[in-house]
C-alpha cells in the first residue's frame, strides 16, 4: 500500500497563486495531512532563486512587462528561469522525513522521474553532473529548483514539452551562459498533448515514490486544499 497522495490539475494559474496554494498545503502537509502532487501551467513568468543574480536578467523589469511577463524573486534553489504556456509544472509537496532521505535524494528522484517520463516519449535523456534538472546534450529540458524546510518540500520542476523557447532568450538560463534549452517538441518535431505528458508523469511520479494518487475530487468530504 502506496502513500495516499492528492493530485491537484488546476489547469494555468497565477504564479503568485500557485505559491500562495504551495504553502497552504505544505502547512497541512507539516499538520500530518496527505502530500501533494500539483501539475499546473503558468502565465509568462520569470522567476529568480535565492541565490539568482540579478545580472541573468537580460532586459530591465519594464522590459520584461512590455513583453507581458512578470518577475518574482522566490525562496526555492536555483538561478532565473521562466515558466509559460506549453510547460508542465510539478509542485510535490511531502515529507521527506517519511521516506528517510534528504534534499540530494529528492532531487535526484525527481531527475529520474523525469527521465522516466521523456523515454516513455522516445527522447534519450541524462543527468549533468553538478548540474541540477534533465538534459539532451548540453540542453535543459526540464528545470528543478526545490525548498525543503523542516522535512517539507515546495517548488519543484519544469517541464518544456512545447514552451516557445524564445522567452529563454531574455535570461541567462539557470545562470548557466554556455547551455542551451530545448523542449520535447523542438527534439521530436512532434506535438504533444499536455494531458498525455501529465498522464505519464503521474505514473512515474507514483512508482519511483510509491505513491497512490488520488485526484482533488476524489477526496473525501473536507480534505480538498484549493486557491
Given at each position: ?36 502532487l500539483i501539475l499546473l501551467e503558468h502565465p509568462s513568468v520569470y522567476t ?69 517520463v521523456l523515454a516513455r516519449f522516445g527522447i534519450v535523456a541524462d543527468r ?100
Amino acid at each position: 500500500m502506496g502513500t495516499r497522495f492528492t493530485l491537484l490539475r488546476p489547469g494555468t494559474v497565477r504564479y503568485q497563486d500557485a505559491w500562495q496554494l504551495q504553502q497552504r498545503i505544505a502547512d497541512a502537509v507539516r499538520a500530518g495531512a496527505d502530500p501533494a502532487l500539483i501539475l499546473l501551467e503558468h502565465p509568462s513568468v520569470y522567476t529568480l532563486g535565492v541565490r539568482g543574480r540579478d545580472a541573468n536578467l537580460l532586459l530591465p523589469l519594464e522590459g520584461y512587462a512590455a513583453r507581458g511577463a512578470e518577475v518574482h524573486r522566490t525562496d526555492r534553489g536555483g538561478d532565473v528561469t521562466f515558466h509559460g504556456p506549453g510547460q508542465l509544472v510539478g509542485y510535490p509537496i511531502l515529507d521527506l522525513r517519511r521516506y528517510g532521505e534528504g534534499p540530494v535524494w529528492y532531487v535526484r528522484s525527481i531527475e529520474a522521474v523525469l527521465i522516466d517520463v521523456l523515454a516513455r516519449f522516445g527522447i534519450v535523456a541524462d543527468r549533468s553532473p553538478g548540474r541540477p534538472g534533465v538534459w539532451v546534450g548540453e540542453e535543459k529540458v526540464a528545470a528543478i529548483g526545490v525548498r525543503v524546510s523542516r522535512g517539507i518540500t515546495t517548488h519543484g520542476f519544469a517541464l518544456n514539452v512545447s514552451t516557445d523557447l524564445a522567452w529563454f532568450r531574455d535570461i541567462v538560463p539557470c545562470g548557466l551562459p554556455s547551455a542551451g534549452v530545448t523542449s520535447m517538441q523542438a527534439l521530436t518535431g512532434e506535438t504533444f498533448a499536455m494531458r498525455d505528458v501529465e498522464a505519464q508523469v503521474i505514473d512515474a511520479f507514483a512508482r519511483k515514490f510509491d505513491a497512490e494518487l488520488a485526484a482533488e475530487e476524489e477526496q473525501t468530504a473536507g480534505a480538498a486544499v484549493g486557491s
